[in-house]
């Protein structure tokens, strides 16, 4: 079946360093990938997504590419804020047929020291 | 704000007790997703809904039910509830398709915390 990995946690910078959140995936057929992010004591948010291998989803300052290669879509960020503190969370879904749902990855906590 | 609601935003009961969890989806979606977010589980996607149809299930349990209305809303209902149902339960909808590949989005509501005592 589907299964999202994502590196454990939590993550700890400083304001105005580089982030990179690790994401894997295995998966059959081409499933589209998303970052979610959820903020303390909020929904989930979309925050960026690839549909296709080589596609490069970013909003906000963060950046994942959709890699088929090495089945990844790592988050990078140049410079984050403290604002960016929250919980990020990789999924995938599956295309084939209309059943869309959402597998996830544990998801990781990202504290920003001012 | 994802346009998506959920009614209530948190929820108190017993063991043994039943609930009843009301979600509106965006404007023109027709798919309905439930998903529980628990510490030990992570989150897992519970069941869909297409215009009011049954599409998929996931780990839901047979305590668990659902249904879409005409009107596209959806409830969750759980019944004798046990600790270990409290979580918190999201909704999420997209526009859906009939078949065939999708690229469907999904867009979560806020959520509503369920406690168990």
């Known amino acids: 079946g589907n299964s999202v990995t994502q590196m454990e946690g939590p993550v700890t910078l400083s304001e105005e360093a580089f982030l990179t959140i690790n994401c894997t995936y295995t998966?059959?057929?081409?499933?589209?990938l998303f970052w979610y992010v959820q903020y303390p004591g909020e929904g989930l948010q979309l925050l960026l997504k690839a549909t296709k291998a080589d596609d490069k989803g970013s909003n906000k300052g963060f950046e994942a590419t959709y890699r088929k290669e090495t089945t990844s879509f790592h988050l990078e960020k140049g410079s984050v804020q403290v604002s960016d503190s929250a919980v990020y969370f990789c999924?995938?879904?599956?295309?084939?047929?209309?059943?869309?749902?959402?597998?996830f990855g544990k998801g990781i906590t990202l504290s920003v020291r001012p | 704000d994802s346009g998506v609601t959920q009614t209530p935003k948190h929820l108190i009961t017993a063991t043994g007790q039943r609930v009843t969890l009301r979600c509106s989806p965006r404007s023109g979606d027709l798919s309905v997703y439930w998903y529980q977010q628990s510490l030990d589980q992570g989150l897992q996607f519970l069941i869909q809904?297409?215009?009011?149809?049954?599409?998929a299930k996931g780990n839901i349990l047979e305590r668990f039910s659902a249904q879409q209305f005409p009107d596209l809303h959806s409830e969750l209902n759980l019944s004798s509830l046990e600790l270990g149902d409290s979580a918190l339960y999201f909704c999420a909808s997209s526009p859906g398709t009939s078949g065939g590949l999708t690229t469907d989005t999904q867009y979560f509501g806020p959520g509503t915390r369920l406690t168990v005592l």
């Open positions: 998966a059959t057929g081409y499933p589209s």
């Open positions: 809904y297409y215009n009011g149809e049954e599409r």
């Open positions: 999924a995938l879904s599956d295309r084939t047929g209309a059943n869309s749902k959402l597998t």
